[in-house]
């Protein structure tokens, strides 16, 4: 079974400009989960799809970030205008379980982003 | 302050000498996990305890949890240089989305 896949590892842009990060879950798991590790802090959840739909959002930090789970399978997270505090290392990760249950949740291996 | 915490932040052994590592939260909690991040890798999911366990093995590997204190432990038994990481724990709080809430981690140093 394949695991969770993120695209691209690494990505390097200049502030204003737009980044798009893709994720592809465990194939079957209805939740995902974006995450973010900027420098020298710990781990934060942004937010949780089921499905195609936005369970939880609270963790986005401001509307320059989108995210879209369209016909419920991969998903993106676009970044526009990039900020340099948004650099750091944003996680995908999925699980089967259903709501209120909670599960292992699998991550993938993250995409590094720098903004310049 | 933060959910979770880890202590202690970094912890330097040598191989086949034993590794612990706690955790503690503030809030209620579904569930606790334990992941392993190896330098510039993704997090590897170690092991999950629920709320109602109070200890969990597998392999080299022991977690404990004692919800009064709202704390955990990780024990890694007869550590291998390849045990070498930075490990964290998260809670899945209840009444929540389950959202994980990480700490800022452990770094191990298993020496050979």
């Known amino acids: 079974e394949a695991g969770v896949t993120q695209f691209p590892s690494h990505s390097v842009i200049e502030k204003g400009q737009t980044v798009t990060l893709r994720c592809d879950p465990i194939?079957?798991?209805?939740?995902l989960y974006w995450y973010r590790r900027v420098m020298g802090k710990e781990i934060k959840f942004l937010l949780h799809f089921v499905k195609e739909s936005k369970q939880d959002e609270s963790g986005m930090p401001n509307n320059r970030f989108l995210a879209e789970r369209t016909g419920g399978t991969y998903s993106t997270l676009k970044v526009q205008p990039a900020e340099l505090e948004d650099s750091g290392v944003y996680f995908c990760?999925?699980?089967?379980?259903?709501?209120?249950?909670?599960?292992?949740?699998?991550f993938g291996p993250g995409t590094r982003l720098t903004v310049t | 302050s933060q959910q979770g915490e880890e202590d202690p932040q970094a912890l330097s052994i040598q191989e086949g000498e034993n590794a612990t590592m706690n955790c503690s939260y503030k809030?209620?909690?579904?569930?606790l996990q334990w992941y392993r991040q190896n330098s510039g890798r993704g997090l590897v999911h170690l092991i999950l305890i629920r709320s109602n366990e109070r200890e969990k093995h597998s392999g080299r590997l022991r977690v404990t949890l004692d919800t009064s204190k709202k704390s955990s432990s990780l024990l890694i038994t007869a550590s291998r240089a390849a045990d070498t990481a930075s490990y964290f724990c998260a809670t899945d709080i209840k009444g929540g989305s389950e959202k994980l809430v990480f700490g800022k981690g452990t770094k191990l140093t298993v020496n050979p």
């Open positions: 990760a999925s699980s089967h379980a259903a709501p209120g249950l909670g599960h292992e949740q699998y």
């Open positions: 194939s079957g798991h209805d939740n």
């Open positions: 809030t209620s909690i579904n569930n």
